[in-house]
């Protein structure tokens, strides 16, 4: 195993529009063509009515509602990049709307619940793939 590269995604048809978008350099979240409702993860029918779902841009803001400071090497392609933050954002698009990110300016002592971050899709080294990452844009209060 590289331990230079970090794993890469693996699409299926469940994630297959997450992953087109990101390509194009903007996030994109499974959402109910009939009662609206985003999902995440994503899911070919809505868990409330059952519905078909899609993909939809969404505008890449948010606000860490929790995290970790990672600080033993675990990850592959991340070794060298310790302590880092994973965070856990909640998209402005909908209350308990989750996605766990990679906090590109996040320091151990300094990251806060309640930080405002903004959308950075960044190169996945290792592969042809990208992710949406997260910075901050203010402090918390």
Partial sequence: MDVSVPPQPVPDADTQGFWEATAAGELAICRCKECRLWMQPPLEHCRLCGEATEFEAVSG??????????????????????????????????????????????????????????LEITELPGGNYRVPTFRTVRPAD
């Fill in 61 to 118: 803001d948010g606000t860490i509602c929790s995290f970790t400071v990672i600080h033993h090497p675990a990850v592959p392609g991340y070794l060298e990049d310790l302590p880092y933050v994973v965070a856990m954002v909640e998209l402005v698009e909908q209350e308990g709307l989750l996605l766990p990110t990679r906090l590109l300016d996040g320091k151990p002592g300094e990251t806060r619940i309640g930080q405002q971050v903004k």
